[in-house]
């Protein structure tokens, strides 16, 4: 397993989801290597939750991390198949990790890898507000 798997399998240990009940972590690498993991963290109001992948793409880009400087995501679930990001997330990383590499683990060990223009082809992104 990856350095990046395993800190994101560690990262969905910190999942706080008492109401779905469904630990995610994620963990991103920039293309300096450095590493920022993130959880799932849901709300009462469920709406207000947060995926794991936000999370660690919104804990690297607070600490200075420029969009775009990222060149690998792995997410970790537990899942028959490997647990894909939603739609909001891959808008996400489609705005500001659009070169990593996407790969997807399972608690045992089942990976899957993707780019983020497999998984959202044709993506809005700001070039369409010029
Ligand atoms: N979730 C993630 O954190 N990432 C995904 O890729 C899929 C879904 C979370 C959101 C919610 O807390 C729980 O999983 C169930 O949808």
Known sequence: MTELARQAMAA?????????GFLV????????????????IENASYGLTVCAERVAIWKAISEGVPPGAFRAIAIAADSPHPTPPCGACRQILAEFAPQATVTLINLQGVTREFTVAELLPESFNASYLR
């Open 12 to 20: 969905r240990q910190k999942a706080f989801a008492p109401y779905s």
């Open 25 to 40: 972590g994620a963990a991103v690498e920039t293309t300096d290597g450095a590493i920022y993991t993130g959880c799932n």
